[in-house]
């Protein structure tokens, strides 16, 4: 019986990097429900000015929620990721997102967007 699971955001990382410990290890099958930050990793609020900007010092990259392990995936494995647009008001709009791994599901999540012009 899949499992739906919740990962905080009380620990982030900022890169990409296999060697880092799982935060959660799953089975095929179970949905990760994530807590994220934004890019600033709450760095600004609504009141912030150019000096704060100026002030906040060099990019660390975004804070990342994770990692989570597959039980069963190995290296080699494809992963592959299916997003279903699910509701869209002008340039704002949700999606559902699938994961899985040689054609079985191993999680699925729900998205939040905002398009936004070049």
């Known amino acids: 019986m899949p499992t739906t699971?919740?990962?905080?955001?009380?620990q982030?990382?900022?890169?990409w990097n296999n060697a880092?410990?799982?935060?959660?290890?799953?089975d095929p099958g179970d949905t990760v429900v994530f807590d994220t930050r934004d890019a600033s990793d709450h760095y600004y609020s609504r009141k912030s000015t150019h000096p704060d900007v100026m002030a906040r010092g060099p990019f660390r990259g975004h804070p990342l929620t994770g990692p989570v392990s597959v039980r069963g995936a190995?290296?080699?494995d494809t992963?592959?990721?299916e997003v279903e647009l699910t509701k869209a008001?002008?340039?704002i709009g949700q999606a559902?997102?699938?994961?899985?791994?040689?054609?079985?599901i191993v999680s699925?999540?729900?998205i939040a967007f905002i398009l936004m012009d070049k």
Not at 20 to 26: E, Q, V
Not at 97 to 103: E, F, N, R, W, Y
């Open 5 to 10: 699971h919740k990962l905080d955001a009380q």
């Open 12 to 15: 982030v990382h900022h890169e």
């Open 20 to 26: 880092l410990a799982p935060r959660l290890t799953i």
């Open 74 to 76: 190995e290296p080699g």
């Open 79 to 81: 992963l592959v990721i």
């Open 89 to 91: 008001r002008g340039k």
């Open 96 to 104: 559902k997102g699938i994961c899985l791994v040689d054609g079985q």
């Open 108 to 110: 699925e999540a729900q």
